[in-house]
């Protein structure tokens, strides 16, 4: 990889890569834009095959993050970051403490948080080494189930544009990855009458999926092809590829991961294929708002926080709405609302003093 070059081309400011040889921390820091405010974004921990596909990932991750945060309507930059390893065995107070120092060190550039494979517990140990840190248990906690709330509401509305209904009575979903985020979504799916399609790595939480909401479970490897209403991607990204795209059996695309394209041109396809799909990080963008109201003057509010989230299913009838008045794809009309934002709040001139 030739990362300089793979900067340039996604814009991005900084890449930060942490190691400390006594915990055995592997981390990389990727800020993609501060324009509206210092980056914020989650730390991910997943076993990668290759430092590259570590970087790569982080790299499509933080900008998501910029266009989710400005899509959301927040005072917030994009960042991410991940550590390679394995969240159910590599976790130790030392290495949170070690990552919570390289943190500090940005100076406030980048204010991390949990994503997948990390909890507030982890954060907490982080919280010990430096201020930058959100979704504590004493703030806003795990930012998952708010997260899982958005989703859910931005998959009625997507149902409602395309049906002019919102009931999921009856509906079949496939969820693909029911872990923190992913099974709370099922929870509220399941609430409201839905069938439920679920896969997932674990026999463990796909055996509760079955007990608790009659769920069928279905290979990962196939479930992007089973005949449903809503495909629902919750797990990595690049789920919608040049090998799944054709074998689709959804009428729409919505779901919590993040990066589901593999690339942005198969928003197109999914167009061609009358396929409505909904643009990740603004369906996804619940995780973010919550955390971002730990840093309004009075302090986090729950209910306020969960006002502005409800706002989700707006935000996409809008880009639907305009996806099809310009004949583009809907995710091309999401980075433009993104973008816009950006450049608008760009040309405010700073007053120095």
């Known amino acids: 990889m030739r990362i300089f070059e793979r900067m340039r081309d996604m814009e991005h400011e900084q890449l930060v890569f942490c190691y400390d040889e006594v915990s055995g921390l592997r981390a990389i820091v990727a800020i993609h834009d501060t324009t509206l405010g210092p980056a914020l974004g989650g730390t991910r ?3 990668y095959d290759s430092e590259e596909d570590a970087i790569e990932d982080a790299l499509r991750l933080s900008r998501g993050m910029t266009y989710k945060s400005s899509a959301m309507g927040l005072n917030l930059g994009g960042g991410k970051a991940v550590i390679i390893g394995d969240s159910r065995k590599d976790k130790t107070e030392e290495l949170w403490r070690a990552y919570g120092r390289f943190i500090q060190s940005l100076g406030g550039r980048y204010i991390t948080a949990e994503d997948v494979g990390t909890t507030p517990d982890d954060m907490a140990f982080v919280s010990a080494e430096t201020d930058y840190v959100a979704g504590l248990l004493h703030k806003s906690g795990d930012p998952s189930p708010i997260t899982a709330y958005g989703t859910y509401r931005g998959i009625k509305a997507s149902l409602e544009y395309l049906t002019g209904s919102t009931d999921l009575a009856g509906r079949t979903i496939a969820v693909q990855g029911i872990g923190s985020v992913g099974y709370v979504l099922c929870e509220y799916l399941h609430e409201e009458g ?7 790595l674990y026999e463990d939480v796909l055996n509760r999926a079955v007990e608790e909401f009659g769920a069928e479970i279905v290979d990962p490897d196939r479930i992007h092809a089973c005949e449903c209403d809503v495909f629902s991607p919750c797990a990595l ?7 799944t ?12 991961a993040n990066n589901q394209l593999a690339e942005d041109s198969l928003a197109q396809g999914l167009r061609d294929r009358g396929i409505l799909y909904a643009p990740d990080f603004v369906i996804n963008g619940g995780g973010v708002i919550n ?6 003057p009075g302090g986090y509010n729950r209910e306020l926080a969960l006002r502005q ?17 310009e004949d583009i794809p809907t995710r091309v009309a999401a980075d433009r609302m993104a973008e816009a934002r950006i450049e608008r709040i760009a040309k405010v001139h700073r007053i120095r003093v």
């Open 237 to 243: 990204g690049a789920v919608i590829n040049d090998v």
């Open 309 to 325: 989230v409800d706002r989700i299913g707006d935000y996409l009838k809008q880009i639907f709405t305009t996806s099809d008045q």
């Open 194 to 200: 839905a069938h439920l399609l679920v896969s997932d």
């Open 291 to 296: 955390v971002a109201h730990e840093f309004h």
């Open 45 to 47: 921990m997943w076993n």
């Open 245 to 256: 795209l054709p074998e689709l059996g959804c009428r729409i695309v919505a779901g919590a």
